[in-house]
Structure formats: structure tokens, C-alpha cells
């Protein structure tokens, strides 16, 4: 059975950062892996993804350019790194995995696998 465990929200400022962590574990395939989140009232949305070889990745526009995806498939672990975040990034964020190829990346919304989440706050 395939399990996700996100870790390392919490509360900050605007303009500071957090690194996010979500360790795969029970898995017996490549996967690629993503990020989301959903902030209260709103629907979940799609925030980056990487492939299993780390060489194919996407961003929401969103977060371009201030959040950065990566992984170590020696430990099964994803990250988040988050710098300049806003207010607006305040949500519940989620990791989740589905088989892919080496490169391959699936559509944005196209996930079998998810762990719980872990809550990311934004002061002004």
C-alpha cells in the first residue's frame, strides 16, 4: 500500500520561506510527484510537479519563479521549497504520486496517490 507523509508547514511571514518534504512509502514503481493545494472555499489547485528522473518539471503560474520542486528517489522524499510567499499561498498543501516513466509527466490533475496534507499560513 502506498502512503504519502507531507511535513514542514507552518506559520510565517510574507516574504519568508518554508520547505515542504512528503515521503513516499510502500512503493514498487517509478512515480512522478506533485504538489497541491487547497486554501478554505476554494477548490484544490495544481502548485508543481516532477518526474521520477527529476528531468521534467511544471509550475503553476502562481508560483513561477518563487517555488522550486525537487526529489531524491534515494530517500523516496519530495520537496518544496517556497521563498517570497504571499498571503495568498495560505493553504492546505498536499503531495501525491502516480506511476510514470523516467521523463514523463502526467496531466496536472491525473494523481492515484495522496497523503493528507500539512497546513501553510501566510501572515501579512
Known amino acids: 500500500q502506498v502512503r504519502l507523509v507531507e511535513s514542514g508547514g507552518g506559520l510565517v511571514q510574507a516574504g519568508n520561506s518554508l520547505r515542504l518534504s512528503c515521503v513516499l512509502s510502500?512503493?514498487?514503481?517509478?512515480?512522478?510527484m506533485g504538489w497541491f493545494r487547497q486554501a478554505p472555499g476554494k477548490e484544490r489547485e495544481f502548485v508543481a510537479a516532477?518526474?521520477?528522473?527529476?528531468?521534467?518539471?511544471d509550475y503553476a503560474d502562481s508560483v513561477k519563479g518563487r517555488f522550486t520542486i525537487s526529489r531524491d528517489n534515494a530517500k523516496n522524499t519530495v520537496y518544496l521549497q517556497m521563498n517570497s510567499l504571499k498571503p495568498e499561498d495560505t493553504a492546505v498543501y498536499r503531495c501525491a504520486a502516480e506511476p510514470q516513466g523516467w521523463s514523463s509527466l502526467p496531466l496536472r490533475y491525473d494523481y492515484t496517490y495522496w497523503g493528507q496534507g500539512t497546513q501553510v499560513t501566510v501572515s501579512s
Open positions: 510502500g512503493r514498487t514503481f517509478s512515480y512522478a
Open positions: 516532477i518526474s521520477w528522473g527529476s528531468g521534467s518539471t
